[in-house]
T-cell receptor
Framework: SQKIEQNSEALNIQEGKTATLTCNYT??????LQWYRQDPGRGPVFLLL?????KEKRKERLKVTFDTTLKQSLFHITASQPADSATYLC??????????FGGGTRLMVKP | DAGVIQSPRHEVTEMGQEVTLRCKPI?????LFWYRQTMMRGLELLIY????????DSGMPEDRFSAKMPNASFSTLKIQPSEPRDSAVYFC?????????????FGPGTRLTVT
């Protein structure tokens, strides 16, 4: 069966460092992968999309890589700030616009 | 735009009662999704619509759950009868494929508690 794994343990880092979150998947051939941010009590907010034929995408302090051979995506936040503290969800999508979400990783950036 | 609007924000009901959750998608969006989020199972897709037509309802857990989209600006998710295991946060999301393909805009969610 399809499986998407994100580290369920919280990631604690110091302000200014680079946060790296991992999304691994099995039994899935996604057309694209997305990353969302979710704050407590709120709905997820879209951050980045990367397609299966793309290796890397950047947006301001965010960088996403996508390795379809390893079946893995890495999400990087450079120069992290306490305001980046949130839960980050990866989601795999097919051509039909359906998304399957991972369980999310909670990021805590300490000042 | 006000974004995706969901009501109510919180719902507490007793087991066996009917529950109706409501969603107003972003104007002009052609896809609407209903999700359920719990600590144990994460964010799960229940059903989605394209141009008001249900496309995939394979995530709907049981016949107790039903969803409708009578027009482009309104959708409901109904649970009848409700059970304690239905307690979760229910999200509605919408998207417009032509604008930024596959980016979904989520509402604030409805926190449902069934006692």
């Amino acid at each position: 069966s399809q499986k998407i794994e994100q580290n369920s343990e919280a990631l604690n880092i110091q302000e200014g460092k680079t946060a790296t979150l991992t999304c691994n998947y099995t039994n899935y051939s996604p057309a694209y992968l997305q990353w969302y941010r979710q704050d407590p009590g709120r709905g997820p907010v879209f951050l980045l999309l990367i397609r299966e034929n793309e290796k890397e995408k950047r947006k301001e302090r965010l960088k996403v890589t996508f390795d379809t051979t390893l079946k893995q995506s890495l999400f990087h936040i450079t120069a992290s700030q306490p305001a980046d503290s949130a839960t980050y969800l990866c989601a795999l999508g097919n051509a039909g616009n359906m998304l399957t979400f991972g369980g999310g990783t909670r990021l805590m950036v300490k000042p | 735009d006000a974004g995706v609007i969901q009501s109510p924000r919180h719902e507490v009901t007793e087991m066996g009662q009917e529950v109706t959750l409501r969603c107003k998608p972003i104007s002009g969006h052609d896809y609407l999704f209903w999700y359920r989020q719990t600590m144990m199972r994460g964010l799960e897709l229940l059903i989605y619509f394209n141009n008001n037509v249900p496309i995939d309802d394979s995530g709907m857990p049981e016949d107790r759950f039903s969803a409708k989209m009578p027009n482009a600006s309104f959708s409901t998710l109904k649970i009848q009868p409700s059970e304690p295991r239905d307690s979760a946060v229910y999200f509605c999301a919408s998207s417009l494929v032509g604008l930024s393909p596959y980016e979904q805009y989520f509402g604030p969610g409805t926190r449902l508690t069934v006692t």
